[in-house]
């Protein structure tokens, strides 16, 4: 057996967190002034205040892992003679990958009998969490951290990311898309579909007109590239919108003949920089 460490950005539910037994390194946001922990253990945390001023768009800072954190929370499972699997935020959106690897560079030279490995999940939210799913999986039908890693660095570009956003002031303010570009979509009720590339980055790749539209494009982009999805377990976050989440996950079902969908509000490190009303879906499929 070994342990397995993620990020708050995962997105899993306490209940999975507890559940995996796995250990989760903290992301954080700042609002007034204020910095707050994207995941404490033991807390859940009302993101329906988050979520309200974010439509009030208040400026909301966050900032990556701390180096120190990943050290202290690894070196207290080494020194029980555990091995340590770390499956992380994509290093194509914050830098947290590159500090948790610099933290266990140093816990490789103290323990070098045990086996500390880092996998660059290239994913996000609960696309993160589903690749971390997958993982644990694995370990729970006996894979070694040595398969568990081989299996993470071949297939992480399999877990896909498709969504799309209500408001975007949001992309906007993170430099995703021009001041014009978000005037200009507005005016037209044009919504951009997005993804994660292959190289952990968060690309347009289409847009449409109306909401609903892009409610269905994400749909419509799973069913031409998922990998028998009536055998997989479909993730969705949210911005704090769960009947459009939930629109979603039944045109998945009805057209894909998918049985386990889990639904989760969107984490709050993310949710900053996609804003509320962000519907995203996340599936195991051909390619990104």
């Known amino acids: 057996m070994f342990e397995i460490m993620t990020d708050s950005t995962a997105n899993l539910t306490g209940d999975m967190i507890r559940d995996y037994h796995l250990h989760v390194l903290s992301l954080s946001f700042v609002v007034d002034g204020k910095e707050y922990k994207g995941y404490e253990k033991g807390k859940t945390m009302d993101l329906a205040p988050f979520y309200a001023m974010m439509r009030e768009k208040k400026d909301i800072k966050t900032s990556l892992a701390n180096s120190e954190d990943a050290y202290r929370m ?49 994913s996000a939210a609960l696309g993160e969490g589903l690749f971390v799913k997958y993982v644990v999986d694995m370990r729970e039908n006996g894979a070694s951290i040595g398969e568990a890693y081989s299996w993470a ?75 028998e999805p009536e055998k997989q377990e479909v993730y969705i976050s949210h911005g704090d919108c769960l009947e459009d989440a939930e629109y979603v996950a039944e045109k998945v079902r009805e057209c894909m003949g998918v049985e386990k969908i889990l639904i989760h509000v969107l984490d709050p490190v993310i949710g900053a920089h996609s804003g509320p009303g962000t519907v995203a879906l996340f599936y195991y499929g051909e390619h990104r």
């Open 74 to 122: 690894g070196k207290a499972i080494l020194k029980q003679d555990i091995d340590l699997l770390y499956l992380g935020f994509s290093s194509g959106l914050s830098s947290t990958f590159q500090a948790v690897s610099a933290a266990f560079e140093e816990l490789r030279e103290e323990y070098p009998q045990r086996q500390v490995l880092a996998v660059d999940s290239l």
């Open 153 to 227: 660095l071949r297939h992480r570009l399999n877990i896909c990311h498709e969504f799309t956003v209500d408001d975007l002031f949001f992309l906007k303010r993170g430099g995703r898309i021009s001041a014009a570009t978000a005037v200009l979509g507005t005016a037209l009720s044009v919504k951009p579909v997005l993804h994660v590339d292959d190289e952990g980055h968060l690309i347009p790749v289409g847009k449409t007109r109306g909401r609903k539209k892009s409610l269905d494009a994400l749909v419509e982009r799973m069913k031409n590239n998922a990998i």
